[in-house]
């Protein structure tokens, strides 16, 4: 169990109750201590994961058959060297195969199929590239990154989400942009509106399909792809391939190539153990102790229910504090915001629901903080996997109730 050092309490003699009988996503209550997870999935220790990803590794960026400015601005970026599902992606998608990829998160999987997408587009202007992804943050992300890989070629991109500017979304699907990056409800929203025409669009990326299936949105990813044409490339990453996912791969792609550079659940070079309390007064006061320690330079700390985030959100800055929050509540700019300065390294800290669990890549977060267990072991391995990127170190520590 992770050890403790002697309460710090800046002067505050304040206990925090964050949600302990909060609704849950699905409305019921449920307390700390009956959560179904068995608190030893909650501790690995750390191994050096580097020997064993070099040994998957068959080609450089310079084997690859893309455009030299892809390669160049790949170097730019600090990517030196491919990762597994880059490794095996790249060339399958330069030869036009459709492809079913599942990789432990932050493998790179977001560059894997940006890149031979992009040198479709420069090798043909009129190909058009629709990018399907569950949140809001997952979308903006792939954008980001694709604005780094497209650098000075005239490649266009429109993100279509809710919560942000629906004339500006308009305007720039006037422009015809070669990339569509969007979640179900928004897309289908333009589709309804005739704003988004897909028969032209004959490449799909259908990124973090599991979390879809979970959020509800097969239906609408079904009515979606329904609209595009049969003859394109399709490309679904998932975590796990459920018998939901099954059923839509086998019924929109063709014969695709399966690719897994999965090894085991949570990363292995993300040391991982518990922190027990003893009622919610401790557990503020151990975060706390937690949290004032040097090696805390970038916690992501995840709550279950969007006031139990706020209410921690609240009491840490008032304890002195650099937080951040997001969640559902918060409107598109204020999580967009909160995102950019925890990135900028503006804030230590960023307390999250599970909106910020998947696909985000948040360079150097040193700590993931369970504060309130998971509702599923699945949201727990996407939690942490939000530290130790990139083959680097990371802590995860899940605080776990003394009766759990």
């Known amino acids: 169990m992770y050890n403790q050092t002697k309460s710090r309490d800046r002067g505050f003699n304040r206990s925090t109750n964050n949600g302990n009988r909060n609704r849950t996503f699905t409305g019921r209550s449920r307390r700390f201590s009956t959560s179904s997870i068995d608190p030893s999935k909650f501790i690995n220790k750390a191994t050096d994961a580097e020997h064993e990803v070099a040994e998957q590794i068959v080609n450089k960026f310079a084997d690859f058959r893309i455009d030299n400015r892809l390669k160049e601005l790949a170097l730019a970026n600090g990517f030196t060297d491919p990762t597994p599902i880059q490794d095996k992606v790249i060339p399958l998608l330069v030869e036009g195969k459709d492809v079913i990829g599942t990789a432990e998160t932050g493998t790179g999987k977001t560059a894997a199929f940006l890149l031979p997408l992009i040198d479709k587009v420069l090798k043909n202007r009129s190909e058009k590239v629709l990018i399907v992804v569950p949140t809001r943050e997952l979308a903006l992300q792939i954008e980001e990154e694709l604005r780094k890989f497209t650098r000075g070629m005239q490649i266009f991109s429109v993100v279509l989400i809710g919560g942000s500017n629906m004339g500006y979304q308009l305007r720039t699907l006037r422009q015809r942009p070669q990339f569509i990056i969007g979640t179900p409800g928004r897309l289908l929203d333009h589709i309804n509106r005739r704003t988004l025409h897909l028969d032209i669009v004959n490449n799909l990326v259908l990124d973090e399909a599991d979390l879809m299936v979970e959020m509800g949105f097969i239906k609408d990813v079904k009515e979606i792809i329904s609209k595009m044409p049969t003859q394109r490339q399709s490309l679904f990453f998932s975590a796990t391939i459920t018998p939901d996912i099954q059923q839509l791969i086998n019924s929109f792609t063709k014969n695709p190539v399966m690719v897994s550079v999965k090894r085991r659940e949570t990363a292995q070079n993300v040391e991982q153990d518990i922190v027990r309390f003893t009622d919610t007064a401790h557990k503020m006061t151990l975060l706390h102790d937690l949290l004032i320690k040097n090696e805390c330079k970038k ?14 959100h609240n009491d840490l800055v008032e304890r002195g504090f650099k937080s951040i929050s997001i969640h559902g509540n918060k409107n598109q700019s ?21 909106v910020a669990a998947r696909g985000l890549d948040i360079p150097d977060v040193t700590h993931v903080i369970n504060y309130d267990i998971p509702e599923a072991y699945s949201d727990y391995v996407h939690r942490i996997g939000r530290t130790g990127r990139a083959n680097k170190k990371g802590i995860a520590l899940t605080f776990v109730g003394a009766r759990g």
């Open 334 to 354: 204020q999580r967009r915001r909160a995102i950019i300065d925890f990135k900028g390294n503006h804030t230590q800290i960023l307390v999250a629901t599970d």
């Open 299 to 312: 916690v992501l700390i995840f709550g279950r229910t969007k006031h139990g985030v706020e209410k921690l």
